[in-house]
């Protein structure tokens, strides 16, 4: 099985102390740590095992500038077989349509029966995935916490529902999948790992290798954009109940009585 996994180097909010700029028009990135999106790093472990039970290749692509090479390398160290790196001055800007139709190419271009990416990144709109798909005309499942090939030709998937249930689907390959946090546990990559892929030559592909139309794709192109970023104003601090269970409980009534809650 031939898998595509779509990556994106992001801030790692474990490591940062994220800040919007005095503009608010983005978070202050000097000095950030990044690392690979968790969602992604989930989606790569997936497709390795997939790979690992019935053969064939993974494939790791990202959006970016010469960082995002990093996060390439990474995710090969972790096991998997090829990297693109895909990199243009006119990728800047576009919205979640955008990066879907840059991913789109690099699909045509390839013999791929499984294509995943993360349920989100950092921005959370969980756009890319489900645009991808539609614009590909491939069956699509969301938030996916579980995967069983079945044979060359369908997959079961399990997805995350309201209320903790679990959906349980059969899909036509190829496809496009988001995969959920949680539906493994992505393995340590360690020293040897990148040291082993720290030669291996990764292309660069830009729009005109893509055959992607510039006014497609960049901000010019982008029907979503970005106004704000801010800070929610914090709220009144919670109001801490003391004493036994049931002085709590009555309290507790007491206050929502008191605030509309009971009549």
Not at 101 to 120: C, E, F, P, R, S
Request: charged letters at 30%; aromatic letters at 4%; glycine letters at 12%.
């Amino acid at each position: 099985m031939e898998i595509l996994v779509c990556v994106k180097r992001v801030p790692d909010s474990s490591e940062n102390e994220i800040e919007v700029n005095p503009s608010g028009t983005d978070i202050e990135r000097d000095d950030l740590v990044y690392s690979v999106n968790e969602w992604d790093n989930y989606a790569v472990e997936e497709a390795i095992q997939i790979r690992d039970k019935v053969g064939g290749s993974v494939t790791v692509v990202s959006i970016g500038d010469e960082d995002a090479e990093e996060v390439i390398r990474r995710e090969m160290a972790m096991g998997a077989d090829n990297g693109i790196h895909l990199s243009d001055e006119s990728f800047e800007g576009s919205d979640g349509r955008g990066f879907a139709t840059i991913l789109k190419a690099v699909v045509d271009q390839g013999n791929y029966d499984l294509i995943l990416t993360g349920a989100q990144a950092d921005d959370g709109a969980g756009q890319v995935g489900g645009m991808l798909a539609a614009l590909l005309d491939y069956p699509y499942a969301s938030l996916v916490n579980l995967i069983d090939v079945l044979d060359g030709k369908r997959i079961k998937v399990g997805r995350e529902i309201a209320g903790g249930h679990q959906e349980m689907n059969e899909i036509d390959l190829p496809c496009v999948l988001s995969i959920q946090t949680g539906i493994n546990e992505p393995r340590y990559v360690g020293i040897r790992g990148i040291r082993k892929v720290a030669s291996i030559d990764i292309p660069i592909k830009g729009a005109g290798d893509l055959g992607v139309g510039t006014e497609t794709i960049g901000a010019a192109a982008a029907k979503v954009k970005r106004q704000d970023y801010f800070v929610p104003e914090l709220g009144e601090g919670a109001e801490m109940l003391e004493g036994s269970t049931d002085e709590i409980v009555e309290k507790l009534i007491e206050l929502l009585k008191a605030k509309g809650g009971f009549k």
